[in-house]
């Protein structure tokens, strides 16, 4: 389940997210965020984009996220693309390796290639599984996003988590 109340901690990043530009709350969040199914696209690979900003609400530090996973096939789950999470304590990025689109919500997994931290949560190899959902404009207090660290180097949680297998 998405939610729109987020932070993130060492296992969860459930990232209440806006998308577009607005204030929700007292969290802030400004993004765009896009969701392209293969069917809309005709044969076109399905991909999910977004650069994400909002204030953890633990902390109240900014936190940022920038994606643009794409599907290396019109079907199927195998993906690319290298997203990058930002806070004042840790910046990682990913090799995204699975994606999932499914009308205006997309599920993405990707392997931690790079960070500044060695917060059990985002270390080199770790899986992380994000969901998002594009609910049209405005965007702000209406977009969702969601995150979670697998806290393994074993795809296979990861894999099943983007094709709905849990």
Known sequence: ???????????????????????????????????????????????????????NPWSGQPVQITFNALATAPTGTDAKRSPVYSDPEITYSMDIKFLKVQGNKAWFAGQVTSTNTSNACCTVNIWIVYAVEDNGEPGAGVDLIWGESMLTSDSDRASQMVKGDD
């Open 1 to 55: 389940m998405l939610s729109r109340v987020t932070g993130f901690s060492e296992s969860h990043v459930q990232s209440r997210k806006t998308i577009k530009m607005g204030t929700y709350e007292e969290l802030f969040a400004l993004a765009a965020l896009s969701v392209f199914p293969a069917l809309l696209a005709g044969a076109s690979n399905p991909k999910a984009t977004g650069d994400l900003g909002w204030r």
